[in-house]
């Protein structure tokens, strides 16, 4: 898809996102709270590993693809494309950093 398409698409669903994207990582934590204050052993080990990836997912996305998406929403920046594959490789990086946290989380439950 070609910068001009992309960035008003881009824009629409970053506005919906953002109002909900902080909600699911935060409230996980209050989950592994309560797991992590109930166990021992293997248990609060992966719990206490699926907080930190929580916390490392909220503190990526504020500092790096924030940041990065006002950018791509405004339209501002000579390298669009660049700031486009950078955005889309967080994004996955954050993708697969909250899931593994959640799985470690699952695991710990049980």
Do not use: L
């Given at each position: 898809m070609s910068w001009p398409q992309f960035q008003p698409?881009?824009?629409r669903w970053i506005r919906k996102a953002d109002r909900l994207?902080?909600?699911?990582?935060?409230?996980v934590l209050g989950v592994d709270d309560r797991i992590r204050s109930s166990s021992c052993g293997d248990a609060w080990a992966l719990?206490?590993?699926a907080a930190d990836g929580f916390l490392l997912t909220i503190a990526g996305s504020s500092a790096i693809l924030v940041p990065l998406q006002r950018r791509l929403v405004q339209g501002t920046g000579t390298q669009a494309e660049v700031m486009r594959r950078?955005?889309?490789?967080g994004h996955l990086a954050r993708t697969v950093i909250a899931l593994t946290s959640l799985a470690l989380l699952a695991?710990?439950?049980v």
């Open positions: 698409d881009f824009a994207q902080p909600r699911p990582p935060g409230g719990s206490v590993a950078r955005w889309d490789r695991v710990a439950a």
